[in-house]
């Protein structure tokens, strides 16, 4: 699954680079989403875009991008599109745009990352920027950064609304932008000098990426916007630059919320693939670690097209890693409420070197009826009343049955039905067989038999 890695690039600004799961990577075919690449002269590197066509999916392209037009990277240019003659047309040491589409034959699919750049509520682009530039870069063989991505957010765009906001560190970034980049860790492994329709190949002009090279992250503010020939032309400096590996050395940690199988309940745990979270644990600490778990859960409830926070809760624990918490949220609108999500954040807290290890979960439930703040009752009725149900039948043998004769006279002693049997003797008699038995009814009544005699027993049968 994917995983992120956090670099807080400002006090203001929080990146979040998303590592693609390598078990069932993010691919976008060429054919479907293209690919341009523009070589610059004045850095001798080299810029990656997808067509704003397919914008809204990738995030990545020209119009909203920004290239260096200076060795030590002081200036850079707008390379807006919407304008008559693109930037990149105008600087001959760009490519221009006729030659930037490129034709891969056959197409092939690429493995991206992505980037989401958090901004603190109340965000001012530092108090002093025009704008930031926000580069993710890899470095070519021959020493030279290639940029992945080279996003120009200015003071006047507007960011997206996150309605679940990410709090980190007693900071809330309520709003972010977010691209896609290639995956540096595929086309490392998928760089062939012999394939020239490899990405690598043609992002790199077949020389390759330095094997060990990681991801750079910077971000350079505008301090200064020039018009030159109908251009803006920016004056920046570094705000701050990070690195990261090129693919998450914690990839098989993951946090885990899920409905127990126990109960009505949420089970919130960290896993690890092919092992377990204690053993986890333990292997960091031999390397001279000291880590501490923590899990912070927030609930959020959907009314209407909004999430809102309602809760959040902080549980630490010390050992008996393998064991998960158990969580029962109360949703206190859930007559109202659409749904709820769960927003699990598990931390890994070294207490040597205060660094950290983060994951992050997430479930929506549209029971919110099932977790309200009353249990759900069965209403039986103002005044329920027990029905007393007998199921046994009395011993009827027929021996309750008493004859007597009134041909006797004077009360004479009556005979049990036993008694009368005992008397008769057995008369064969062929009857006819029915084999049809439905709606055959049994009744019992009172019966009241007198002189009864051999032959009219006979006649009778």
């Known amino acids: 699954m994917e995983s992120s890695r956090y670099i807080q690039i400002s006090d203001q600004i929080l990146i979040e680079y998303v590592y693609t799961d390598q078990a069932a990577p993010a691919e976008f075919n060429t054919g479907a989403f293209p690919i341009e690449l523009m070589e610059d002269g004045h850095t001798n590197g080299m810029y990656l875009f997808n067509t704003e066509a397919v914008s809204s999916t990738m995030g990545n392209y020209r119009d909203i991008s920004a290239a260096s037009i200076s060795k030590n990277d002081t200036t850079y240019a707008f390379l807006n599109t919407d304008v008559g003659v693109p930037y990149n047309d105008y600087d001959s040491e760009l490519t221009d745009s006729v030659n930037l589409l490129q034709t891969f034959a056959p197409n092939i699919d690429v493995q991206y990352d992505r980037v989401r750049i958090h901004f603190i509520a109340g965000f001012n682009f530092e108090g ?51 691209f896609r980049v290639p995956s540096l860790f595929y086309m490392l ?3 062939d000098p012999a394939d020239p329709n490899g990405l690598a190949f043609r992002f790199t002009e077949g020389q390759g990426f330095i094997g060990t090279s990681p991801i750079t992250v910077k971000a350079r503010g505008i301090y200064q916007t020039t018009i030159e020939n109908g251009y803006p032309i920016y004056n920046v400096q570094d705000i701050n630059t990070a690195q990261i590996n090129a693919r998450d050395i914690y990839d098989n940690l993951y946090a885990e919320v899920i409905e127990s199988e126990g109960g009505d309940y949420f089970e919130l745990s960290g896993q690890v693939l092919g092992s377990t979270f204690s053993n986890f644990i333990a292997e960091l600490n031999s390397q001279g670690g000291d880590y501490v778990v923590f899990y912070q859960i927030i609930l959020s409830e ?40 769960i927003n699990f954040t598990l931390r890994l807290f070294n207490k040597d070197d205060n660094t950290q290890i983060i994951k992050q979960a997430r479930l929506v439930s549209f029971e919110t009826k099932k977790y309200g703040r009353r249990l ?46 005992e008397g008769l003797a057995p008369i064969p008699v062929a009857v006819t067989s029915f084999q049809d038995r439905v709606k055959v009814k049994c009744a019992v009544s009172n ?8 032959e009219e027993l006979g006649a009778g049968i």
């Open 189 to 191: 492994n998928t760089f």
């Open 128 to 178: 002093q920027y025009d704008g930031i530039i926000f580069e993710i870069q890899a470095m070519r063989r021959d020493n030279v950064p290639i940029n992945m991505a080279s996003i120009n957010f200015l003071r006047s765009d507007t960011p997206v609304f996150n309605p679940d906001p990410l709090l980190i560190a007693d900071r809330l970034y309520a709003s972010y932008i977010e």
């Open 376 to 421: 759900m009752k069965i209403n039986l009725g103002t005044v329920p009343t027990v029905a007393k149900v007998y199921n046994e039948l009395p011993n009827d043998t027929g021996n309750q049955i008493i004859v007597t004769s009134s041909a006797s006279g004077g009360g004479a002693p009556g005979q049990t039905g036993e008694q009368i049997v």
């Open 302 to 341: 959907q009314i209407g097209l909004t999430f809102t926070k309602v809760s959040e809760q902080m549980f630490t624990q010390t050992q008996d890693f393998d064991l998960p918490i158990l969580y029962r949220p109360i949703i206190l609108n859930s007559a109202t409420a659409v749904s709820f999500a």
């Open 447 to 454: 019966v009241k038999v007198q002189d009864i005699t051999q």
